[in-house]
């Protein structure tokens, strides 16, 4: 059963968004805004930097901006302009990963204006970018979304939005596997990892994979077999999901952009879940200085250690 | 003196990962004591459990480990002052990964041994190696390092399908 999304948001947000990139150009408050212009296919859009005022009004937030554009302010990604404040425009999603940037130091609060974006949802990967967006094509990272109203942001459009309901697509499959014995979970991994073609677009698309020289291409020594063969495809993701406990913000980018459609936000949802269990954290919107696999407490569960 | 040894089909390999100061001095005194054990153990020293990178629990059992041991100092007693707490909880995550994927967790054992628990070594040492034994060998990983990428052959429906509509 497909529920209705309102998306009526949508228009009022993409024209507050126009004229606030506008005005920050044209006063020169930050020298580039990152957002989101129309793409070729009919509905899509495409990450966008824009540098001056009339190309704002071309600036767009529909369902199909499914895009973490934090990715961009990372040191990893050398192109963008590094000059002066920039301005980006950011889901929820998105402000958790900022969060966690400027957590890690990798980002200055004040060196980014921050442009939040009430949303209703996004459109999953492979519903077409023109479709409905229903409970059935929205992403499933927008069914687990608490919080369609940014919080935190410099500027956030007042637009009001309801978030889309439905049960949890991560919960269900997470539960599934963990009801399968262990012999059964490696299968069906076994499965999965076998058709990674290690393009590493997981790794180039996360916001969170900044690292100068990535574990996985260092050859002295080397920990992980650069080969798409299923036993390096395994280290690969595994050390990739356990560098990322702690940190990932759960922005579904990794699981958008893998041309083999492997479930990696599963197991960054899972190791979430664990932590939250555990050390009670979660990705919030509040820039915390250690995480938990930074920080200790004497009193940490050791059940597991004779 | 020394009691019969046992002949076994299957002498399992198991790695032990320790920290310098505590079980790598721990596991010299029961040597020097004299203590019997199980030779299966392969210890590698550390300066500290928190040097203890999970990558390397996935090469050990890559490379043919049928049991995997990580031992170090006790909460408070770190020659590093807390190294051994950060282990504790990158290691209490890893786990948790590890039995997602579906990693027999029985194989992996983790302890804290002191530099005066000679016996204490020996008696998780023992325990690890003889629940290992029961096991049987490691087939997942050495099962993985076995299979080939896609030939190229196109020898299921479903890729034959593709094949027909292009």
New interface residues.
């Given amino acids: 059963m497909s529920n209705h999304i309102d998306t009526s948001a949508y228009s009022a947000v993409t024209a507050a968004i126009r004229s606030e990139a506008a005005r920050l150009l044209a006063g020169g408050e930050v020298s580039a805004v990152i957002g989101y212009l129309p793409a070729r296919r009919k509905g899509s859009a495409q990450p966008a930097i824009i540098t001056s005022a009339d190309q704002a009004a071309e600036l767009i937030f529909s369902p199909a901006c499914v895009n973490n554009l934090a990715v961009y302010l990372t040191k990893a990604k050398k192109e963008v302009p590094k000059s002066g404040r920039i301005a980006i425009t950011a889901k929820s999603c998105d402000m958790r990963a900022l969060a966690g940037l400027i957590g890690e130091s990798q980002l200055q609060r004040s060196d980014i204006h921050i442009i939040g974006l009430p949303c209703p949802g996004v459109l999953s990967s492979v519903a077409d970018p023109s479709a409905l967006l229903t409970t059935d094509t929205v992403a499933s990272k927008c069914l687990e979304c608490e919080f369609n109203l940014p919080q935190g942001a410099d500027f956030t459009p007042v637009v009001n939005v309801t978030a889309p309901r439905g049960p949890s697509r991560y919960a269900a499959e997470i539960a599934r596997l963990e009801a399968m014995t262990p012999a059964e979970r490696w299968s069906f991994w076994k499965a999965q990892f076998s058709k990674c073609i290690r393009c590493y677009a997981c790794r180039q698309v996360c916001p969170f994979c900044y690292c100068e020289q990535c574990m996985c291409d260092r050859n002295r020594p080397q920990m992980v077999e650069t080969t798409p063969r299923p036993a390096g495809n395994l280290a690969w993701h595994i050390i990739r999901a356990i560098h990322l406990s702690g940190r990932c913000a759960g922005c579904a980018e990794c699981e958008r952009v893998c041309p083999m459609d492997i479930p990696l936000n599963l197991l960054n949802r899972k190791m979430a879940r664990e932590l939250k269990e555990l050390y009670d954290y979660e990705a919030g919107f509040e820039p915390q200085e250690k995480g938990p696999l930074n920080s200790y407490l004497e009193k940490d569960d050791q059940s597991f250690i004779k | 003196m020394h009691p019969e040894k046992a002949k076994h089909d299957f002498e399992p390999k198991i790695i032990a990962f320790v920290c310098t100061w505590c079980t790598y001095a721990g596991a010299d005194l029961a040597g020097t004591s004299r203590m019997q054990y199980p030779a299966n153990v392969r210890v590698l020293k550390f300066p500290c459990t928190g040097r203890i ?3 390397f629990i ?2 050990a059992f ?1 490379q043919g480990a049928d049991g995997v041991l990580i031992s170090g100092c006790h ?2 007693d770190c020659h590093y002052i ?1 190294g051994n ?2 282990a ?17 967790l029985s194989r992996i ?4 041994v002191s530099a005066a628990e000679g016996g204490k070594w020996v008696e ?1 040492v023992t325990d690890l190696t003889e629940r290992v034994r029961s096991l049987g060998p490691m087939q ?2 050495r099962e ?2 076995l ?4 030939s190229g052959a196109i020898n299921t429906p479903e890729l034959q399908e593709i094949y027909d509509q292009i």
């Fill in positions: 990178d999970p990558a996935l090469k890559q909460p408070g807390s707490f950060h504790r909880r990158r290691f209490a995550a890893f786990r948790k990964l590890l039995e997602f994927i579906g990693v027999d054992q983790f302890s804290w998780v997942e990983f993985l390092a299979e080939e990428q896609w």
